[in-house]
């Protein structure tokens, strides 16, 4: 179909209409696909907006699909998460999201929740009839299976988090073992100062780079060791903070000195692989000692300098990751918002449950039902504010 400016044809272009409701926003829709020549498309748009057309805001399209009660607010948000996953395991994450599924969860949550409540409240509404009200102890199975859920959803943020912000690697060890190196070998570009002496890197320095599905921050931070230069131990600080943040820790050696009683400290975590470096100028009989003392946890040995091994840290790295996050097809939180709304509905579930086993009045275990209830519906946007709306969609991009 040709679009006109006055008499003169601007572009031949293809216009699709959609009836509300079956659009995407669930109002009459209509789409101009036309050549890419940016001319055309602000002239396409200066046309429209003198026909009284405005502007999109940000999220606008999926605001109003929210609105009008095509998709829920978990699938809202899991627009936003598509957008800007920069990984499969995110991509992967926010389709669950997109399709319903954390949506259909909670709403299960709140039907279950609901039952509950009409219970209890049959029973106050009855309290002087001739009425056999349901045991506590069953009422106590129906609240448990509840919060089973409950918990289920809100302990799989730790992995949601590791799949939409990516997974904190920092690389520790003593000053000179090669840390620096590790990075620029893991990112294969220069990126971190590599030096002979000790005590060069005074900073975290933070990078990412992707491996197996996932997205690595990775964190090359100040060698531990005791100091006196009082920056340097800022630095040496900061290390032994980015440890206990760490998702996954690469303590680097090296394998051409003594083994240190003290590295205990950093080897023996779960979430701890011990990078044995250096191996390109050590005799076999000091690999063999490292590789002997380390058996008994997750070590490597590589050459950073010579780039050997590298894949090997990404391979193992990768397979803790998915031990950590579980299947691609679980069910996963990846919002904040959503996993604090689960953390406040957990506490008033348990002091309902509290209050069902010290025998007290229905009323204030509905009370805290409710409340319980009240939170479900958040993260659904059956009562969501104006400023929690403006909050999440602010960051969208325009046109979704």
Request: hydrophobic content about 40%.
């Amino acid at each position: 179909m040709n679009i006109f400016e006055g008499n003169d044809v601007l572009d031949n272009a293809i216009i699709i209409f959609y009836k509300e409701p079956a659009s995407y926003t669930g109002e009459d829709l209509v789409e101009i696909s036309c050549h890419g020549s940016p001319f055309i498309i602000n002239k396409i748009i200066e046309l429209c907006t003198k026909k009284g057309a405005a502007l999109a805001q940000p999220g606008e399209f999926t605001r109003r699909a929210f609105i009008n009660g095509k998709i829920d607010l978990t699938q809202a948000e899991a627009v936003a998460d598509l957008v800007f996953s920069q990984t499969q395991s995110a991509h992967k994450a926010a389709m669950h999201l997109l399709e319903g599924d954390v949506g259909r969860e909670i709403e299960t949550l709140r039907k279950d929740l609901i039952d509950l409540i009409s219970i209890l409240e049959l029973e106050l509404d009855f309290a002087d009839n001739e009425i056999d009200p349901l045991p506590i102890s069953d009422q106590i199975i129906m609240l448990d299976k509840i919060l089973k859920i409950n918990n289920f959803l809100l302990n799989s943020y730790s992995c949601g988090k590791i799949i939409k912000q990516g997974a904190l690697v920092p690389i520790i060890g003593p000053p000179n073992s090669g840390k620096s190196s590790l990075l620029n070998a893991l990112l294969n570009k220069e990126r971190a100062i590599v030096t002979p002496y000790p005590g060069t890197t005074r900073d975290s320095l933070e990078e990412t780079v992707q491996t197996g599905g996932y997205l690595l921050r990775l964190l090359d931070t100040a060698g531990i060791r005791k100091t006196k230069n009082p920056i340097e131990k800022l630095g040496i600080n900061r290390t032994k903070d980015c440890i206990n943040k760490g998702d996954i820790v690469l303590f680097v050696v090296d394998v051409t000195g003594p083994i240190k009683r003290d590295w205990s400290n950093y080897y023996k975590r779960e979430n701890v692989i011990t990078v044995i470096n250096k191996i390109d100028i050590a005799s076999k009989e000091e690999i063999a000692r490292y590789d002997m003392h380390f058996k008994r946890h997750p070590h490597v040995q590589i050459s950073a300098k010579n780039r050997i091994g590298i894949d090997n840290i990404k391979s193992i790295i990768a397979k803790m990751l998915s031990l950590k996050t579980g299947s691609s097809d679980s069910l996963i939180i990846t919002n904040q918002r959503q996993a604090q709304n689960l953390r406040v509905a957990r506490s008033y579930l348990l002091n309902a449950k509290k209050h069902l086993n010290y025998n007290l009045s229905p009323e204030i275990i509905i009370a805290d039902l409710r409340q319980a209830l009240g939170e479900y519906d958040k993260i659904l946007g059956k009562t969501s504010t104006e400023e929690i709306l403006n909050n999440i969609f602010q960051n969208f991009c325009i046109g979704k």
